[in-house]
């Protein structure tokens, strides 16, 4: 450094040197003007003070050098300093942010990009800083609390916007499962007064439906109650609109005979539209039917005309029945031509016998004993003889004799005109059935076998009908007591 400085100030003296010497020789005066007077030659004190003042201005001119010098260096080397404490410092920067704007805070890759923005700018003004004192100004802190809240307003967005959809979508379904539930009500032939309340219903559950702010609110929406409502008007409408007193509700196959009342009052306790839904009203139409049953299979065969009854089928199992129909009146009741066969026997017999007998007993015993030596002996003999003689006779004489009625074949002959005082046989045989029955009754014996067929005549709704007819070898008749 010394050498440098030395070399310095030789060259700046020798500069000197250089600079008191003209460099080019004076310019010659114009010709017109007129010559100046010769120059004094310089006295020894002025040429001293010159180069006095010459060495004045080198020294002034190498102190100015190097103060210059060291002042390039002071400022060179506070410069680097303050360009490593701003370097450090927007490193420190750079790695607040990192810590601030890490992967961690942001996971929605939708809104991450509003979260960029204010980590972009923050960076930016960061790198653009000239001093320590902007970037100390620059609060990273700020930034990140700006882009956490554009986040946090984007996914608030985000959740607003997939709230809605899921609410719109919702309330589509809600939409489409009210009209599928209204449509089998519109479907049936409804009076207008019902129609008419049946639509207006529908249109206030869709309103209420649209106008609903959530999905708690669309789903609380039922639109049960009304429907059972509904359909409960509709069902006393049909069970109004039958001409008849009774009508038949069928529910799972099971029929029933009930009065309009009873209808009402069985479909007014249900709590249920699907469960309504499966009961069905129909009306009441009468028709008569012939049964050939045994008697076992009809309530004994204690039927009369006018009786109230049931009818029960075997399911196949034994002791499993089902009921076919609730009610039912009997018409006739007819015993079939093997029951009208009437077979009397009589026999008439007489026994007589007579015995004699007599008997004669004879009976000889000998015995005789001594004691030779004193040891006792016995002997003895017996003779029995019996003589008896015994007579018998007997004698028995019989006489019997039987004869058939057949009735059918009587009836018959009725009918032709063949038989004489046919007026007085037809009302002997008059109800000849029924006293056979009644006789049975009021003795407590059974006269005709419980295999006995009857052919009977009964009264039924025409909805029993096919069940009856289906059921027939299985079918049993119960009577209604009242």
């Given at each position: 450094?010394?050498?440098?400085?030395?070399?310095?100030?030789?060259?700046?003296r020798?500069?000197?040197?250089?600079?008191?010497?003209p460099?080019?020789?004076?310019?010659?005066?114009?010709?017109?003007?007129?010559?100046?007077?010769p120059?004094?030659?310089?006295?020894?004190?002025?040429?001293?003070?010159?180069?006095?003042?010459k060495r004045?201005?080198?020294?002034?001119?190498?102190?100015?050098?190097?103060?210059?010098?060291?002042?390039?260096g002071?400022?060179?080397?506070?410069?680097?300093?303050a360009?490593?404490?701003?370097?450090?410092?927007?490193?420190?920067?750079l790695?607040e942010?990192?810590?601030?704007?890490?992967?961690?805070?942001?996971?929605?890759?939708n809104?991450?990009?509003?979260?960029?923005?204010?980590?972009?700018?923050v960076?930016?003004?960061?790198?653009q800083?000239?001093?320590?004192q902007?970037?100390?100004?620059?609060?990273?802190?700020?930034?990140?609390?700006?882009?956490?809240?554009?986040?946090?307003?984007c996914?608030?967005?985000?959740r607003?916007?997939e709230?809605?959809?899921i609410?719109?979508?919702?309330?589509?379904?809600?939409?489409?499962?009210?009209?599928?539930a209204?449509?089998?009500?519109?479907?049936m032939p409804?009076?207008?007064?019902?129609?008419?309340?049946?639509?207006?219903?529908?249109?206030?559950?869709?309103?209420?439906v649209?106008?609903?702010?959530?999905v708690?609110?669309?789903e609380?929406?039922?639109?049960?109650?009304?429907?059972?409502s509904?359909?409960r008007?509709y069902?006393?409408?049909?069970?109004?609109?039958?001409t008849?007193?009774?009508?038949?509700?069928?529910?799972?196959?099971?029929?029933?005979?009930?009065?309009?009342?009873?209808?009402?009052?069985?479909?007014?306790?249900?709590?249920?539209?699907?469960?309504?839904?499966?009961?069905?009203?129909?009306p009441?139409?009468y028709?008569?039917?012939?049964?050939?049953?045994?008697?076992?299979?009809?309530a004994?065969?204690?039927?009369?005309?006018?009786?109230?009854?049931?009818?029960?089928?075997?399911?196949?199992?034994?002791?499993?029945?089902?009921?076919?129909?609730?009610?039912?009146y009997?018409?006739?009741?007819?015993?079939?031509?093997?029951?009208?066969q009437i077979a009397?026997s009589?026999?008439?017999?007489?026994?007589?016998?007579?015995?004699s007998s007599?008997?004669?007993n004879?009976?000889?015993?000998?015995?005789?004993?001594?004691?030779?030596?004193?040891?006792?002996?016995?002997n003895?003999?017996?003779?029995?003889?019996?003589?008896?003689n015994?007579?018998t006779?007997s004698?028995?004489?019989?006489?019997s004799?039987?004869?058939?009625?057949?009735?059918?074949?009587?009836l018959?002959?009725?009918?032709?005109?063949?038989?004489?005082?046919?007026?007085?046989?037809k009302?002997?045989?008059?109800?000849?059935?029924?006293?056979?029955i009644?006789?049975?009754?009021?003795s407590?014996?059974?006269?005709?076998?419980?295999?006995?067929?009857?052919?009977?005549i009964?009264?039924?709704p025409?909805i029993f009908?096919?069940?009856?007819?289906?059921?027939?070898?299985?079918?049993?008749?119960?009577?209604?007591?009242?």
């Amino acid at each position: 450094m010394a050498e440098d400085i030395e070399a310095k100030i030789r060259r700046l003296r020798e500069l000197g040197k250089v600079s008191a010497e003209p460099s080019t020789p004076p310019a010659k005066p114009p010709a017109a003007a007129p010559k100046k007077p010769p120059r004094r030659p310089r006295s020894i004190s002025s040429i001293r003070e010159k180069e006095r003042r010459k060495r004045i201005l080198i020294g002034a001119s190498i102190l100015i050098i190097i103060i210059l010098i060291i002042s390039v260096g002071a400022y060179a080397y506070l410069q680097n300093r303050a360009a490593n404490e701003l370097k450090n410092a927007r490193e420190q920067k750079l790695r607040e942010v990192a810590y601030y704007f890490k992967a961690g805070n942001f996971t929605n890759p939708n809104c991450t990009k509003y979260a960029n923005q204010y980590k972009t700018e923050v960076v930016n003004k960061i790198l653009q800083a000239k001093t320590l004192q902007e970037l100390n100004a620059i609060n990273v802190k700020t930034y990140f609390d700006k882009a956490v809240q554009a986040y946090d307003s984007c996914v608030a967005k985000q959740r607003q916007l997939e709230y809605e959809r899921i609410l719109n979508q919702t309330k589509q379904e809600k939409l489409k499962s009210i009209e599928l539930a209204f449509q089998p009500l519109l479907s049936m032939p409804l009076p207008d007064s019902l129609k008419a309340k049946v639509v207006s219903t529908l249109q206030s559950l869709e309103q209420q439906v649209k106008e609903a702010k959530t999905v708690e609110q669309v789903e609380a929406i039922n639109p049960d109650p009304y429907l059972l409502s509904l359909w409960r008007d509709y069902y006393f409408y049909r069970i109004d609109s039958i001409t008849t007193p009774d009508v038949i509700l069928e529910k799972n196959g099971v029929k029933t005979l009930v009065s309009k009342s009873e209808a009402k009052a069985i479909l007014g306790s249900i709590m249920s539209y699907q469960e309504l839904l499966q009961y069905q009203v129909y009306p009441v139409q009468y028709v008569e039917i012939a049964l050939l049953l045994p008697r076992d299979r009809i309530a004994g065969g204690f039927l009369k005309p006018g009786d109230k009854i049931m009818f029960f089928a075997s399911n196949g199992t034994k002791g499993s029945y089902h009921e076919i129909a609730n009610q039912g009146y009997v018409e006739m009741v007819l015993l079939p031509s093997t029951a009208g066969q009437i077979a009397v026997s009589e026999s008439q017999s007489q026994t007589s016998s007579s015995t004699s007998s007599s008997s004669t007993n004879y009976n000889e015993q000998h015995s005789s004993a001594y004691n030779p030596g004193g040891i006792s002996y016995t002997n003895g003999t017996t003779y029995t003889d019996t003589y008896s003689n015994s007579q018998t006779s007997s004698q028995s004489s019989s006489a019997s004799y039987t004869y058939n009625v057949n009735l059918a074949e009587i009836l018959k002959a009725i009918a032709a005109g063949k038989i004489q005082a046919s007026e007085e046989v037809k009302q002997q045989l008059e109800n000849y059935g029924w006293k056979v029955i009644n006789l049975e009754e009021s003795s407590d014996m059974l006269v005709l076998p419980p295999d006995t067929e009857f052919l009977i005549i009964v009264k039924v709704p025409s909805i029993f009908v096919p069940d009856i007819l289906q059921n027939q070898q299985d079918l049993y008749i119960a009577k209604i007591s009242t």
